[in-house]
């Protein structure tokens, strides 16, 4: 060890950490919950593939089964966008039946 160099002992405590001065956003609400996303409900179009392989789309009012299969994605998109449209309710995309993306929002 240099001659210069004197260790210090680690004795101190860390320097206390100042209370948070900024006020609590969440008081003022009487639900403490965070808001939940949207989810599908019975009546609104959904566009799904129909197997994990094919490049096939089905598009379906739920829960029924599907009524329209497209072969393109983006046809698929366009005919569920024109369905909820017309049937005035929300469209819903998934490719693997467990994560939903909202592709149409035409609900009353």
Known sequence: ???AFTP????????ARRASIRPNICAATSDSRPPRPPVIVTGDVLVSRSTA???VYDISVAPAAAHM???RYQDAIDAGRLLARGLAVDGWFSCD???YVRIATYRT
């Open 97 to 99: 039946h467990t994560h």
């Open 1 to 3: 060890m240099p001659a």
């Open 69 to 71: 299969g497209k072969t």
């Open 8 to 15: 210090i002992p680690s004795t101190s405590s860390p320097p």
């Open 53 to 55: 392989r094919a490049d």
